[in-house]
């Protein structure tokens, strides 16, 4: 569901925050879906002996790709129907395991004008519950400025 009220740029303050998104706690059978689903059939998604045991790692991984899809999810929930998401860049810097919570979050970190349009650079990124970041990153969003015109699909990117 995208933000219910469109982003005004010109009323936005760097250093704001957009809404973020909690999912959790995620729970084997999420993972095990998610795996399903883009047909990730690596053990350390779903088999918590092998996981533990024989990879030595802390329990069930979330998927990568889940928090990939996580981190667009969370700036185009904000930035939609009337903004674009322009590029989006992040780390995995730490795991997540079954049984997290997990949160997408995103500041505002600079805006500028561009050839008419609005610039929205956030510092975004995932934490769990207890408040280690995970998978620290940034996006750009394209908004239109009040009067303006609306933002081109696609959006040139150079």
């Known amino acids: 569901m995208a933000n219910p009220a469109p982003v005004v740029f010109e009323k936005l303050t760097v250093g704001d925050e957009i809404p973020e998104l909690v999912r959790g706690p995620l729970r084997e059978p999420h993972l095990m879906r998610w795996s399903a689903s883009i047909e990730n059939w690596h053990r ?3 088999d918590q002996r092998f996981t533990v045991e024989h990879e030595g790692l802390p329990g069930l991984l979330i998927n990568g790709s889940w928090k990939q899809h996580f981190m667009v999810q969370v700036v185009r929930q904000w930035a939609e129907p ?3 998401l322009r590029s989006i860049n992040f780390q995995f810097r730490a795991m997540d395991v079954v049984g997290s919570t997990l949160h997408a979050w995103g500041r505002i970190a600079e805006l500028a004008e561009e050839d008419g349009y609005g610039i929205v650079k956030l510092e975004i990124g995932i934490r769990n519950q207890d408040g280690q970041q995970s998978t620290p ?3 750009t969003v394209v908004l239109p400025l009040q ?3 609306a933002v081109p699909y696609p959006y040139p990117t150079s």
């Open 82 to 84: 009337d903004g674009w």
């Open 44 to 46: 350390i998604h779903y």
């Open 137 to 139: 990153g940034s996006a």
């Open 147 to 149: 009067g303006g015109p």
